[in-house]
């Protein structure tokens, strides 16, 4: 039975059995899976996904061996409404998907997929981090197109994940954040590319000792006979302990483009899509990409976002604004360039848990009342007022019966702003900044 006509046959209600039985097998053949690549049932500890599929490499039969899947299939059936997040079913199923993902013994799955035969949406496991890829791709039209599409990515997977640095508030520490991630990922022998997106402060690179580029950043959003390779500048930290210099990679912002520029006439010669088409060519080469981004919500701060597959926001314990901000980041900005991304069949960026940065080791009890009573607030105004439950990114361990108020931290340390007069990342310089910063990225990415 071919995909269009396993289509036709199932009921308007079929359930998930149904579903499974006619629509599964010739849906994830037609992605490029033979019978002997997919496993129904898979176990997955004391769990089973509906599917799991791997391609098969010389006597290595994926249906006999059961080893090393590659992606995973849940399905429901019709009247689960998997449609967009706004749903119970949709959050459910994704819910139960990374959960699966991230399970000690799917090491080797790179993608997840939800289907329930009127709706697909493809998800990306990079490290610690599942992502949605697509947006939530209608079955009812064209499924050839829909087929081929999520064939091109999961044939063709992207080495990075671009991660942008935001909240529209300065002063939390989204350039030292953004190196120091740098310096502890390139310790763990990733390859990262580091953006600097702030070009009116362009403190990035005066933290890293390198001077500003003149007019050539242009050129290259516009794509016009300009390599985005040509702009690109190492940095690398040498010492004698060292058998290989340590460092990432570093596009630096732009001197044409500090000042007051007239927004209405930027947007007539750039456009949104600019910075994510031209690093398109780049997710091959690294591991990572991090943009840092200005602190407004104005057009460089869009592409930015537009550009990433997630987003992290650093705030303050101490400053009211960094937390109203972060949520209004959430609630309003960020889903802005979802829908934008939409308009091209992809998912825009999710975002991670908000982490708190330069935090007291040792807060006085007054202070942790006023933030948690702050945090309070704006969780109750954005649950009255957006319909959205904030709880999760500030309180990431928080759940019914376990009221968990521990949250992502880097503490306050004199060695972090010490390195900045060094012109080296702190997690390069100092051993306690240094395992704050894995600790970093140990919670969210590895």
């Not at 999961?154 to 994940?161: D, N, V, Y």
């Not at 003149?214 to 004698?240: C, E, F, Q, S």
């Not at 596009?251 to 007239?262: P, S, V």
């Not at 439950?389 to 990431?396: A, G």
């Amino acid at each position: 039975m071919s995909l269009e006509q396993a289509f036709q046959a199932l009921p308007p209600d079929a359930d998930e059995r149904k579903v499974e039985s006619i629509f599964s097998k010739p849906f994830l053949n037609a992605l490029g899976f033979s019978e002997e690549e997919i496993v129904p049932g898979f176990r997955i500890g004391n769990w089973a996904v509906d599917q799991a599929v791997r391609k098969n490499t010389g006597n290595d039969i994926f249906l006999h061996t059961q080893k090393d899947p590659y992606l995973y299939m849940e399905v429901k059936g019709r009247l689960a409404n998997l449609s967009g997040e706004m749903y119970p079913d949709y959050r459910n199923t994704v819910l139960q998907l990374k959960r699966y993902l991230l399970a000690p013994s799917s090491k080797s799955v790179k993608w997840g997929l939800i289907m329930n035969s009127l709706h697909v949406q493809l998800f990306r496991k990079h490290g610690k981090i599942v992502h949605p890829v697509t947006s939530c791709l209608s079955l009812e039209g064209d499924l050839k197109q829909v087929v081929k599409l999520l064939r091109q990515h999961i044939e063709s997977p992207p080495r990075a994940l671009t991660i942008a640095l935001y909240n529209n508030k300065g002063g939390v520490g989204k350039t030292t954040t953004t190196i120091n991630l740098a310096a502890t990922l390139a310790l763990y022998k990733k390859k990262v590319l580091v953006i600097d997106f702030d070009h009116n402060q362009s403190d990035l690179g005066d933290a890293l000792n390198l001077s500003p580029l003149k007019n050539k950043v242009l050129g290259v959003l516009k794509g016009k006979d300009a390599d985005i390779r040509d702009i690109i500048t190492p940095y690398r930290l040498k010492h004698p302990s060292l058998q290989e210099p340590l460092g990432f990679d570093v596009i630096l912002a732009d001197e044409a483009f500090a000042g007051e520029l007239d927004e209405a006439k930027l947007r007539q010669v750039l456009k949104l899509h600019d910075l994510y088409k031209s690093l398109e060519s780049l997710k091959n080469d690294y591991d990572y990409i991090l943009i840092d981004s200005p602190p407004n919500w104005r057009l460089f701060a869009q592409k930015a976002i537009y550009a990433a597959d997630v987003v992290l926001i650093p705030a303050r314990h101490d400053n009211l604004h960094s937390l109203q901000n972060a949520s209004t980041a959430i609630t309003q900005f960020i889903p802005e360039m979802r829908e934008k991304r939409r308009v091209i069949k992809e998912s825009g960026p999710i975002v991670l848990p908000i982490f708190m940065n330069n935090a007291p080791t040792n807060p006085a009890p007054f202070q942790v009342t006023l933030m948690h009573n702050a945090i309070v607030q704006i969780i109750k105004k954005s649950k009255k007022e957006a319909g959205f439950d904030l709880t999760p990114y500030f309180y990431p361990k928080y759940c019914k019966g376990k009221k968990n108020l521990d949250m992502v931290s880097i503490p306050y340390m004199a060695f972090i702003p010490r390195a900045d007069f060094m012109h080296m990342p702190a997690a390069f310089a100092f051993k306690p900044a240094r395992e704050q910063y894995k600790n970093l990225v140990m919670e969210y990415f590895l």
